[in-house]
């Protein structure tokens, strides 16, 4: 489930969808970004990050996520960097960085933007906090509340990457949206759909139907 898009099917993808001045813009700014070399800092950034800010208006809001991942990988963009960005980035750029994630950093150094968006109440960027790279990396404690913050905030489960390998058999995130449902319920509202579906996933297997 919400398997990390590849770059080659990123470029693949906004090949066929962008034409014209767009399809040129994209060219340019990955060459561009490739190009760049050393270190980035707020007070001189390389062109290839103010095309990061401009994709938007450049690819159209639908395309952008997908043109800053590019952008970013292309300008192997290391941790620092990323976190640079996300700080002072739109709600947009955010979601373009916690995308890159699965694609730049191998390793646990990026959970602290993961842990910052997952605190927002925007549901674009929890969606998008607890995609693969939540999967991979988030420890189980902070992966439940991140289950429950979907829930809490409308956000479907089916953007929670790998969400059956890491809810089954889990009795202590059973035990959680038993007491959140038990919470929804005495307040008089209704209890999520998903949470349902989430639930029986936490079944051990000698339980299953």
């Known amino acids: 489930m919400n398997k990390t898009p590849t770059v080659a099917a990123l470029r693949a993808h906004l090949d066929t969808a962008l034409a014209g001045a767009a399809r040129a813009w994209l ?29 938007g208006r450049r690819t159209g809001q639908d395309h952008a996520d997908a043109a800053r991942v ?64 939540a999967a991979e990396h988030l420890p189980a404690h902070h992966w439940r509340h991140a289950v429950l913050k979907c829930l809490f905030t409308g956000v479907g489960v089916d953007a929670v990457a790998g969400l059956w390998r890491r809810a089954h058999g889990d009795a202590e995130l059973a035990r959680m949206l038993g007491d959140f449902a038990q919470e929804r319920t005495a307040a008089g509202r209704t209890v999520p759909e998903d949470l349902h579906r989430v639930l029986a996933l936490t079944a051990p297997a000698n339980e299953e139907s």
Do not use: C
């Open 70 to 133: 590019l952008l970013l990988h292309a300008a192997r963009a290391d941790t620092d960097t990323l976190t640079r960005l996300y700080a002072r980035g739109t709600a947009a750029e955010r979601r373009a960085v916690l995308a890159a994630l699965p694609h730049l950093v191998p390793g646990p150094e990026g959970l602290p933007l993961i842990e910052d968006a997952l605190r927002t109440n925007d549901t674009r960027l929890v969606a998008a906090a607890v995609g693969p790279y």
């Open 27 to 55: 060219d340019q700014a990955l060459a561009e970004a490739a190009a760049h070399t050393g270190t980035s800092d707020e007070k001189t950034p390389p062109v290839w990050e103010l095309r990061f800010a401009e994709a």
